[in-house]
């Protein structure tokens, strides 16, 4: 059995990811007109919350069959996206795209839930005994689970080479709001042109570089691989 | 990254990729997705450390097995670790994970890229004496089926093949561009030509050999790739000197491949990279991953990777001498080393 302290150092890693997005979702002050807010971190905040909920023993979340289903949604939005980005850009798209490994994020996660075999059955969140003393969890068709592990592995080590790139526009936004990547969050649809970073403090600005979403999605990518890994 | 915009009752949604900073992104050459690749099977590995059986004393016992039949030097380190290891077990093997975990993630990232080669250069080495006896190669274990000379060895090797340095002189493929032309075939000759020593030695070419030992990985693993490799089993079931042969000249011609014309070069990577899949598949079960308890992809991938890495350019487009204006890993701000 993996040790617990393992698991539920993952699960702590995925907790934080969710905190960042919710953060950077409670920024972007989606209760005002006009806000702006990111899909990928809305799927971070529920891939954080629900991988923690896998991984952490003695946190329970949510019941497998809603998060199949809320992960269904996501698939379906991010293929959705791909989709019109294959059509706008071809097959580029689904390697300098957000939207492809996002659909390979949500598409494993719907698999996980839909696949799993809980030594013992409660009917609750998550691998149950996955870090706890009861049992491994498996998963059915476990070829799945390692191509789906290839394809995050490999969307990580290409997300952490791009990230070497933007690692510049990160010591920007340190910097200040008025640093290169500071100043992108995107203005309301009506275009007003009102830029709300000008006014944010110095840690929105952090949140808000690229780094930080590129980060998170390392970090859900490798914690998923792991997963999948562990329940092969 | 796509964004939602609400604004009041609305909702819209829209795309915000012509933001991206896409002007800053360095390009990417042949050796840079080499290293990639190379950084991938390392992620992977460390993932794969972190499976419960590494934890229990099967691991241990593993580990401890590949001393016999070694001389003393080479198996007394390996039991010493084997016993070092069973006392500190989730420690050790906790430490382990993540070490090949940030080998991935640093050959990954371009800032960290050269500390990490040449750390995974060390941790090979290492990993090839204590944690693989050698691959076999002293105490008479080793074949081409089973990984030899050791996967990780191999793992060194494309570490310093794939080194982000320049010769200056157009190098004939992405292999040779820090190495250079001679000894790159050189070390590609050698593991070729010990891989086809390993196919011919007694146990085997015996009659049940190659049968046994493909027959050997099937347990716990998915039922089509069972019955794949029953019916490579059968195949070669009490052929086993035949099949030896066979796959010794075969790894000949690789081995010689690399000195012949670029054309004839190229039919003989090919013919390396159908080996390595073929080993990979039948022989090796795609590394026992889908079994569980597998520390690593074993040796077909990274075969077939280092093919790749000798793959010869197009006429006049020889592989590419790297000036700080367009080496993204030699320029100066990226931090390196």
Redesign the interface.
Known sequence: MTPAWILDIFAAIMLVVAAVSAVRLLAARPWQRGAVVTDTDISHLLMGIAMAGMLASGLTTLPNGAWVAVFAVLAAWFGYRVLRDYQASGARSLAVGHCAPHLVHSAAMVYMFAAITTPSAGGGSGMGGMGGTSGMSTLHVPTLAFVFTLILVGYTIWDLDQLSSLRRGLVAAVAGPAGAFGSQVVSEPGGTGHDSTSARSGATAILDAPGIVVGCRIAMGVTMALMLVLML | ????????SRT??????G????A???S?DAR?VLQ?VL??IW??DG??Q???FM?TKGFNQMLAGTAGGNPAVIARPISWDATLIDHHM?LLN?IFATIQ?LL??GI????TLRVALAASVLWSLGVWWLGEGLGGVLNGGASPLNGAPGAVIIYALLAVLLWPADRGVPAPFTAARAAGGHVARALWAVLWLSLAYFALTPDNRAPQGVNGMIAGMESGE?A??QDLQKGAASLVAGQGLAASIVLAVALVLIAAGVYLPPRIARATLVLAIVVAAVIWVFAQA?GG??A?GATDVNSGPLLALLALAYWPPRAGLAAPVATPAVS?ELAP??GEA
Do not use: C, D, H, K
């Open positions: 990254m796509t964004n939602v915009a609400v604004a009041g819209a949604w829209r795309g915000r990729l933001t991206e900073p896409v800053a992104r360095p990417l840079r990639l950084a991938a992620l992977l993932v794969l972190y499976q419960a934890f989730v906790a975990l991935g993630l990954a990232f371009r800032p998915p089509w790739l795609l991953i889908l569980t993204e701000s990226e």
